[in-house]
């Protein structure tokens, strides 16, 4: 590339999902380094608040109001940036979202709305975004996983498997742009102290109790400089590191049923179909046969 084709674009990190949680710590985190960031969400005073965090890290703030499941918003973040001559250096997604339940239960059009957002958006844009800077030599994907996406997780089914898919999807394009200046990196935090947990109804969950929370700061601190320094995985904190070890050693005949206990709650409706909570359905009868 050229001096004088240099000059026709500045580099951006854009994050989607910026407006709360780990974006807006990520985006942070950039902007303490003097990035122009692209902040993409829905919610303007989500945008507007993530913008004056920005700026008053060190950064300068563009924020696009973006419906993240219209089957042209990679296009129209596209043109977005070439209207204020920024190239997309470096790509943050994390925008997603989680509902716990039997699958049985849920509402099917919730359930696909994850599928939509948590795999095809973050696919979407990875896609869109991706060649260009390959062909720039530079920038990268840091993509949001999960801890849970390192088993299968009843009672959370899509969201498990969504996060599964992030980190699978991550793992695999590390090794294909490895050689060209560009880097994808999957960050893959245990419970952090966001809305998520209460919105997603994980909060609750016994599983979601045990482990310790993390801040977003602490977790966009490390997801940003695993990704600066290159690396495929980035697990925030030991309990983190241990949950992901355990879950890749135990046999799926252990630790499938357990996970699926500890995110049950009494009054969840009964995964059989019943429509009866578990509690009064098939939770009565093993109590009464000495499981519970």
């Known amino acids: 590339m050229t001096d004088e084709q240099r000059e026709i674009w500045r580099p951006a990190v854009v994050v989607v999902g910026a407006s709360r949680g780990i974006g807006r710590a990520i ?21 507007a608040a993530a913008a004056n965090d920005v700026k008053t890290a060190g950064g300068q703030a563009f924020t696009l109001s973006l419906d993240l499941l219209a089957s042209d918003a990679s296009t129209r973040l596209q043109d977005f ?50 060649p260009g800077m390959v062909a720039r030599g530079r920038g990268g994907v840091l993509n949001l996983g999960s801890i849970a996406g390192f088993t299968p997780g009843p009672n959370m089914a899509l969201y498990y498997a969504s996060k599964a898919f992030v980190r699978s999807f991550s793992e695999a394009l590390h090794q294909e742009v490895r050689s060209t200046g560009v880097t994808v990196t999957c960050v893959a935090p245990g419970p952090v102290s966001t809305e998520f947990l209460e919105r997603s109804g994980a909060g609750r969950a016994a599983l979601f109790k045990i482990l310790p929370k993390l801040s977003s700061d602490y977790v966009a601190e490390r997801s940003w400089r695993g990704f600066k320094s290159g690396r495929r995985l980035v697990v925030p904190g030991f309990s983190a590191k241990l949950v992901a070890f355990v879950a890749s050693a135990l046999p799926s005949a252990v630790k499938v049923p357990l996970i699926g206990r500890l995110q049950r709650r009494s009054r969840d409706l009964c995964p059989c179909g019943s429509g009866k909570p578990f509690k009064e359905c098939c939770g009565s009868r093993q109590t009464r046969r000495g499981v519970a």
């Open 27 to 47: 985006a942070k985190v950039a902007a303490r380094e003097g990035a122009t960031v692209v902040l993409v969400a829905r919610s303007l005073d989500g945008l």
């Open 81 to 130: 940036l070439t209207a204020n001559g920024l190239a997309c250096d470096v790509l943050v997604n994390s925008a997603g979202y989680g509902l716990r339940g039997p699958a049985t239960t849920l509402p099917i059009a919730d359930q696909l709305g994850m599928v939509d957002l948590n795999i095809r958006a973050l696919t979407d844009m990875t896609l869109h975004f991706l």
